[in-house]
């Protein structure tokens, strides 16, 4: 490997080292990495051919499935821009990545394709290889003589360009360099602890997360199974009957498998192994309960985009040590983080504050937004936007998203420290708590609560939460709903609850 790595360094050699073994189950089949490497170079040819070179901007509108693993290998090989588009994301928002990151090439499946027909509307003129459907243009790449020599990588070339969730006005672009991503993976491969072993089971998107474990698994050797969505009953099947020893999973995620696997007691969860989780504040009687059912197998990342899923970890043992699950872990082995003031000195043990973390696979800048760049990268150091407090011992606990703190009366409320107290109450089956203007007090703490029954009411939460919660903390108004609005990426969306008060739609 190049002493000044790219991404294609560490991907390439695996698909050839391990060429006889299993590398993915998606859609019905199995492939070997002998498979994928060929499909991926044939398809790398038809991007070459259609001018793709280092850098260039290449989109996906795909969903989880053979189809995008194979073009995002066909990306890193030609050391092309990856543009990931989530499908949760509105027609509108992908066709504002299509422009904003100048796409040259858009991969489309068939029934995807409104997002490319709306930015070439505004001016974009990206090439388009449909997938599926009567234009099928991506099969027809797999027959393709694969390129018998890639093209040489610089380092500094353009190699990702991911787009925010978009809750605060349109999705911003984070770009990062082929040398970051290079650092990004070989972070990965040491934080992971995933084997060649291990099967891997995907069910969360693609252009997220779940795509630097998918480069991760790929270059480790191991088996992966990538599924569409999130379907429990499916989950616990591939446990039991495939063997799925290493899961990826959102706190929300976790919840339905516990209560899956208590309403199949019988099933067979013995080759779990893993289940690396994060995204979102978890419910520590929950984790309790995933401890009991499954054993030590619990490890948790905190990271954002700007530099990918890890910048701190909880270890499998930090989760049956005392005091420790309302914790994210401490820094990794490539990573630094502390906790800094409004002025930019360093908080003391215990003291709140805002989370900044350096690493060499931090984000470049945001694509076209300088002043915003300026505002996120600071001296070397990535400010998070997060809110939270480092223990004497190096330990990171979150509080809040800054965005997200409540000032009523004049006095801070972090949301995550009345979701944890209101979690603990009978009835409360999960809970989301939200700062909504309030004319008096500014704003208002408002708890947004699934029941457990139909016997809990907004006054019982509000009469319990008087034993667990200061004054001030407590909420004015609890909204009983059926289920809570997510983002593209699994998180609680703050904003759409705000928006319901606002809009009259909470009761």
């Known amino acids: 490997m190049s002493p000044d790595p790219v991404l294609r360094d560490l991907l390439a050699p695996a698909l050839t080292r391990h060429a006889a073994r299993p590398a993915l189950v998606a859609g019905g089949r199995t492939w070997t990495y002998a498979e994928l490497d060929r499909a991926a170079r044939a398809v790398a040819t038809e991007l070459a051919a259609r001018g ?16 995008y693993v194979v073009t995002d290998l066909a990306i890193a090989l030609l050391g092309a821009a ?21 796409a040259e090439v858009v991969v489309v499946r ?14 974009a003129a990206p090439q388009v290889i449909v997938v599926g459907g009567p234009n099928d243009g991506w099969s027809a790449a797999l027959g393709r003589t694969p390129l018998a020599e890639l093209p040489p990588v610089p380092p500094d070339a353009r190699a990702l360009v991911m787009y925010t969730g978009g809750t605060t006005g349109l999705p911003k672009g984070v770009l990062h360099r082929q040398r970051g991503l290079a650092m990004n993976l070989l972070s990965h491969l040491v934080e992971m602890e995933l084997t060649a072993e291990d099967v891997l089971l995907l069910t969360s998107p693609l252009p997220h997360s779940a795509g630097f474990l998918l480069q991760t698994a790929l270059a480790k050797g191991a088996r992966v199974i990538v599924e569409e969505g999130f379907d429990v009953e499916r989950v616990l099947d591939r446990i039991e009957q495939d063997g799925a020893s290493y899961l990826f999973l959102v706190p929300t995620m976790i919840y339905r498998l516990l209560d899956a696997a208590v309403a199949r007691p019988d099933v067979d969860t013995s080759a779990l192994r893993t289940i690396l989780y994060g995204a979102a504040p978890i419910t520590p009687d929950r984790l309790e309960q995933g401890l009991a059912l499954f054993g030590p197998v619990f490890v948790q990342l905190f990271a954002q985009s700007e530099a990918p899923n890890f910048l701190t970890r909880l270890r499998r043992d930090d989760h049956v040590a005392g005091g420790r699950l309302t914790s994210c ?41 300088p002043a915003e760049t300026a505002d996120a990268l600071r001296d070397g150091w990535l400010h998070t936007g997060d809110l939270g407090y480092l223990t004497a011992d190096g330990y990171l606990h979150l509080v809040d998203r800054k ?31 939200a700062g909504v203007p309030h004319p008096d007090w500014g704003e208002a703490v408002v708890a947004f609560v699934i029941p457990t029954d139909d016997g809990v009411t907004a006054a019982s939460i509000l009469a319990a939460a008087r034993d667990e919660l200061s004054s001030y903390k407590r909420p004015k108004d609890v909204v009983l709903v059926a289920s809570l609005p997510t983002t593209a990426v699994g998180k609680v969306d703050k904003k759409a609850l705000r928006a319901q008060v606002r809009n009259g739609e909470a009761s």
């Open 329 to 369: 872990g401490q820094s990794v082995l490539m990573a630094e983080v502390r906790v800094v003031r409004e002025d930019g000195t360093a908080c003391a043990a215990g003291e709140v504050g805002e989370v900044t973390a350096r690493s060499p696979y931090t984000m470049e800048g945001y694509l076209g937004r």
């Open 403 to 433: 965005k997200d703190m409540i000032i009523t009366g004049g006095l801070n409320v972090y949301s995550s420290e009345v979701e944890q107290a209101l979690a603990r109450l009978d009835g409360v089956k999960e809970v989301a708590v």
């Open 110 to 123: 068939h029934d995807r394709t409104a997002a490319v027909d709306l930015a070439a509307e505004r001016g």
């Open 82 to 102: 990856k543009v990931p588009l989530n499908l949760m994301l509105s027609v509108d928002e992908q066709a504002h990545i299509l422009t904003d990151s100048g």
């Open 52 to 67: 793709v070179t280092a850098g260039s901007a290449v989109a996906l509108i795909l969903p989880n499935g053979a189809e």
